[in-house]
């Protein structure tokens, strides 16, 4: 290296480490948060930017092995205190109910939910079951509904309003070819949560939503069959898609998990004071959005 680009290197690195070292405000400090789909993926890349910002946070999952790993996993980093986990199929109105019982038990109450738990399952319209179009229904829309109705409940009750984040798609708003209980699901999440905020404005209790673009790294939902569905429509494969949502993306760049926590966090913490009923994408600005 250029002896003056090696000085600037190493200065910066100095920097990053006294910025490590001191001590600063946690912004999400006391605060307690659900996170649904939480056993990796998006889910676990949220929980984990939460507990940087000191919250507490409730892991629920219907994998309950991949659940327990997670916890296990970052329990090693931030402690076993601030930390839990709860299998629960947001379709079941009893494990909802279950898991907000468990909120209270172990942290007293519930101050964000992040509404994340999800599948990707599609066909051509003519190839769709009831069966599929159901589940999509069931686990997108009616999950997403359960769970925020007893966030609700809660929050009304403690009286100091919340954050609501729903993690949706930004199939929710564009169409995808061959996925119409998909793409409808989730559009009827955004319109949830447009009803929600409403609902929830004088009470204090706002309610977001972030749309991820395609997230191909480190998600379960492209390891199975919405993959070989996605690969079929399009003629290639896991990595000629990740190589086509790149390309077809304004600024040229592959859209993570951490991406999208860092959306989930900004509408959790009191940096959005001020918004409710808004849409995030995280999409590294998809041309699909535009008209060109
Ligand atoms: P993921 O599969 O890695 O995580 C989803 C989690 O939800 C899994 O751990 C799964 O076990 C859990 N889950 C599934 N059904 C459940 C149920 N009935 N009850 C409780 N938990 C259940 O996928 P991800 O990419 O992290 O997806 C998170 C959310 O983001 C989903 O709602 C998904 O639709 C949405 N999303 C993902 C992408 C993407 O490309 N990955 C794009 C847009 C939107």
């Known amino acids: 290296l250029p002896e003056q680009e090696a000085f600037d290197i190493e200065y910066w690195l100095l920097e ?65 205190d601030v930390l839990r986990g709860v299998p629960m199929n947001v379709t079941s109105e009893a494990q909802v109910g279950d898991a907000y019982a468990a909120m209270g038990v172990e942290f007293g109450g519930i101050d964000i939910l992040v509404s994340n738990a999800g599948i990707a399952s599609s066909a051509p319209v003519e190839e769709t079951s009831l069966a599929l179009w159901n589940r999509n229904m069931d686990i997108l829309s009616t999950g997403y ?60 209790i706002r309610v977001n939503v972030v749309n991820p673009d395609a997230v191909l790294r480190g998600s379960k939902i492209w390891e199975g069959e919405w993959l070989d569905q996605r690969a079929s429509t399009y003629g290639t494969d896991k990595q000629g898609l990740e190589e086509m949502y790149r390309q077809r993306s304004l ?42």
């Open 16 to 80: 990053e480490a006294k910025l490590q070292r001191m001590p600063r405000p946690k912004s999400l400090a006391g605060r307690v948060a659900l996170v649904t789909g939480g056993a990796g993926g998006i889910g676990a890349a949220t929980a984990e930017r939460f507990l940087r910002e000191g919250a507490c946070v409730m892991l629920a999952d219907i994998d309950a092995e991949a659940l327990a790993a997670t916890v296990e996993n970052l329990s090693i980093r931030y402690g076993k």
């Open 145 to 204: 509904f359960l769970v925020s109705r007893e966030a609700f409940r809660m929050m009304r009750v403690q009286g100091i309003g919340g954050s609501v984040v729903f993690v949706a798609s930004k199939n929710g708003l564009a169409a995808s070819p061959n996925a119409s209980a998909y793409c409808t699901a989730k559009a009827a999440e955004i319109h949830l949560a447009r009803c929600l905020a409403l609902e929830g404005a004088e009470a204090g």
């Open 251 to 292: 600024l040229k760049r592959s859209v993570l998990p951490e991406d999208i926590a860092e959306g989930v966090y900004f509408f959790a913490a009191d940096l959005s004071a001020k918004s409710t009923g808004n849409i995030l994408n995280v999409d590294a600005g998809n041309v699909q959005a535009f008209t060109r």
